[in-house]
């Protein structure tokens, strides 16, 4: 019996967007990150705010050990070829060489940790509340002299390992414990472990990713998008699901990321609604915390562009939108022409494999790269399947480029609960926001910026004991 046969309309592809290196020349852009910052230099080069030369950091370590700090300075001046990802990574030519600006250690800002730590971790039951508790009075010390340094350095040996998470009942994680407590002092903050960036063998991939999130935690901007869609804010809804005794045992932080038309931006703000349904650990909003959360998103963007109302909104969930909350978001942007609200859904069956022409009489055969990254799909009405992932062809070194390696690239399932008009418009800008996340080297990850840090947000939000109504910056949380 012969099976019956599913026609699809026709895909797209929609080309690699570009970064822009530049804020006035639109001839200062490549697709490739890290081609762009060699060629160009980084975006906020030529802006009057500019990160200030050179950038210091203030630094934290194990008694003894500041020579590691030394070091890493005088790799991150050095020139590194790549051993890795050589169809991707280029050259690193030296820091100051990239963004313009020198790394130096601020010679006011720094704390030797005490020699007896090793045997204190050593003897502890609970190593990780003693390695706290000692590096969060080592970061206090620094505070009082802020002025003196811009981003603050952990240094962390791999003998401190055990003390890097907590036991298997205990919600702990060393990294979330000291952002989240950084944040809160407005501290960028740097954790140099040695396992992940002293003894990695490509020191290459180390200087590029160490070297963009230095100068990002310092304030800088590398890229920004080009061709972007001028007059419309991004929002990402998120959610921290926290534990709480005085309300129930748990309670939802609602998070909502804000970027402009550029990608730029990176400010959060954080609200707690006060009626929240939760459906397996998916919190659902009412219309009035909704609203009230949009509400707040439209003055942190207002802020940043001289009180100005977006022409266009896009709002970006990892889940379904309900009745309640589309009309929430309604009541709070009346005023913007165009408001499209998008379920960005990971989990998918879907999968796609590229199938070359051939002269065979069966066909085509299967390509030997997977499908195009960009490859969009309209499937139903409201649905549309985005590979954010797949092969990058010409984009590195004129070659096919697959960021992952190995295995089917699944695409995402967007499925849109308001907006109007065809599907490119909405794929082509989370493409681009894939581009957009600063903290490291990659040409993209799955995920548009809007969504890919609330995971992030979400561990290190519900660690924060006292959650103050203002906006933050990602960058504290990177």
């Not at 896009?314 to 022409?337: L, M, N, Q």
């Not at 879907?350 to 499908?371: D, F, N, Q, T």
Request: proline share 6%.
């Amino acid at each position: 019996m012969n099976r019956p046969t599913l026609l699809f309309p026709a895909h797209t592809r929609l080309a690699e967007p570009k970064l822009l290196f530049h804020p006035t020349r639109e001839e200062d852009s490549h697709e490739h990150p890290l081609v762009g910052l060699v060629q160009y230099g980084p975006f906020s080069r030529s802006l009057v705010g500019h990160v200030m030369e050179p950038i210091r950091l203030g630094t934290v370590v194990p008694a003894g050990e500041s020579g590691v700090v030394d070091q890493i300075l005088r790799e991150l001046e050095g020139r590194h070829q790549p051993q890795e990802r050589k169809q991707y990574l280029i050259d690193f030519p030296g820091f100051s060489r990239v963004f313009g600006v020198r790394l130096v250690r601020a010679p006011q800002a720094h704390v030797e940790l005490p020699a007896a730590l090793d045997q204190e971790l050593a003897r502890a039951e609970r190593p990780h509340y003693v390695l706290a508790e000692q590096l969060t009075r080592s970061v206090s010390v620094l505070r009082s002299q802020q002025h003196e340094f811009d981003v603050v350095l952990v240094y962390l040996p791999v003998r401190w390992a055990r003390a890097f998470v907590g036991g298997p009942e205990e919600d702990f994680d060393l990294h979330d414990h000291l952002k989240a407590t950084t944040a809160m002092w407005g501290m960028p903050l740097q954790i140099l472990r040695e396992d992940k960036a002293m003894s990695y063998p490509c020191r290459c991939s180390v200087t590029w990713r160490l070297g963009i999130a230095l100068y990002c935690k310092a304030g800088g901007v590398p890229w920004k998008l080009a061709n972007a869609e001028r007059d419309t804010a991004y929002i990402g809804v998120s959610y921290a699901v926290r534990s709480g005794e005085q309300r129930g045992g748990r309670f939802v932080t609602c998070c909502s990321q804000v970027f402009d038309a550029d990608g730029a931006g990176l400010e959060f703000i954080l609200y707690e609604p006060g009626d929240v349904r939760l459906e397996r650990d998916n919190p659902y909003l009412s219309r009035a915390d909704m609203r009230g959360v949009m509400a707040r998103s439209l003055a942190l963007y207002q802020r940043r562009h001289a009180g100005r109302v977006p022409v266009h909104v896009v709002v970006h969930k990892s889940t379904p939108f309900t009745t309640e909350e589309v009309d929430g978001c309604f009541d709070a942007w009346r005023s913007a022409e165009g408001l499209d609200l998008v379920h960005v859904q990971q989990d998918t069956p879907w999968r796609g494999v590229k199938i070359e022409s051939a002269s065979s009489p069966r066909g085509g055969v299967v390509a030997r790269y997977p499908c195009d990254r960009g490859t969009c799909l309209q499937i139903g009405d409201r649905d549309a399947l985005l590979w954010t992932q797949g092969n990058s062809a010409g984009v590195a070194s004129g070659r096919n480029y697959y960021k992952e390696g190995k295995g089917i690239p699944r695409p995402l399932l967007l499925r849109r609960f308001a907006g109007h008009g065809t599907w490119d418009d909405g794929c082509r800008a989370i493409l681009g926001l894939t581009k957009m996340d600063w903290n490291n080297d990659g040409l993209y990850d799955r995920l548009p910026v809007t969504l890919g840090y609330a995971g992030v947000l979400a561990r290190t939000v519900k660690r924060i004991a006292k959650l103050t109504p203002r906006p933050y910056q990602l960058r504290l949380f990177m």
